[in-house]
């Protein structure tokens, strides 16, 4: 694969293989973020799980946020619609959505459904399933505090998941953010992680590798014993 000369330059300033600390590693991800925009600080977890078996996935509050605000849907009627409505929710509604959805609409990024209207969001399993949309009880997006949801999503609240090859990536930040805050929020994502090890289908070490980027820019790999510490720490 061809690259770019920017990126080049970035990858210039890794020492390849060296693994680095999580300060060192925020700091490379910051100095290696030179597009032309504000670029998205991800983590992507290598999980030693059998995947075809075992799936984690939870929800993680950063707690300086994602530096973007989601928009939100949904769906819920009656006063808990009053509810959702009063919490900043972007679309409230029932099947009126699912048919705008069903049509091809999708200007939203997350989902909220309380359990009274899963009946309505199941039939969108095949739409939302890929795209990572489905709400669901695991990640607290199925729920009768609507509200309490919504406002966490709204301030910065991330969902994770294992994909088919056991990897979780997902985001932490935006890299225009301090260094310090950039650290507190993936250290939060770790222990996160940490807290949802499965009892089983564990192969050998639960976290394996832990990459950090910006949107645009090369692998950082972190430390596998400063992760694992932090990780151990939440389980």
């Known amino acids: 694969m061809k690259h770019s000369k920017r990126y080049l330059s970035a990858t210039a300033l890794l020492e390849r293989p060296r693994t680095c600390s999580l300060d060192e590693g925020v700091q490379k991800l910051k100095a290696c973020a030179t597009a032309g925009f504000d670029e998205t600080a991800e983590a992507s977890f290598n999980l030693g799980i059998k995947a075809s078996q075992t799936i984690v996935r939870g929800t993680c509050a950063l707690p300086h946020g994602t530096g ?85 999503l709204k301030k910065g609240l991330v969902e994770f998941r294992s994909d088919r090859f056991g990897v979780i990536h997902t985001v932490f930040g935006k890299a225009s953010f301090e260094a310090s805050a ?3 929020n993936l250290v939060a994502l770790i222990k996160s992680v940490g807290e949802r090890r499965p009892e089983e289908g564990i192969k050998g070490r639960y976290i394996k590798r832990l990459v950090i980027s910006s949107t645009m820019g090369p692998g950082i790999i972190l430390d596998l014993v400063e992760v694992t510490a932090l990780a151990e720490q939440a389980h």
């Open 68 to 152: 973007k605000t989601s928009r939100i849907l949904a769906f819920a009627k009656g006063e808990s619609a009053a509810e959702a409505e009063r919490a900043g929710a972007d679309y409230v509604g029932g099947d009126d959505l699912a048919k705008k959805i069903q049509e091809g609409w999708l200007e939203f990024d997350k989902i909220v459904a309380t359990p009274d209207m899963m009946s309505v969001v199941g039939k969108l399993g095949k739409i939302l399933g890929p795209r990572g949309l489905m709400p669901s009880p695991k990640t607290g997006t199925v729920t009768k505090d609507v509200g309490q949801m919504i406002g966490e």
């Open 182 to 184: 950039l650290k507190e």
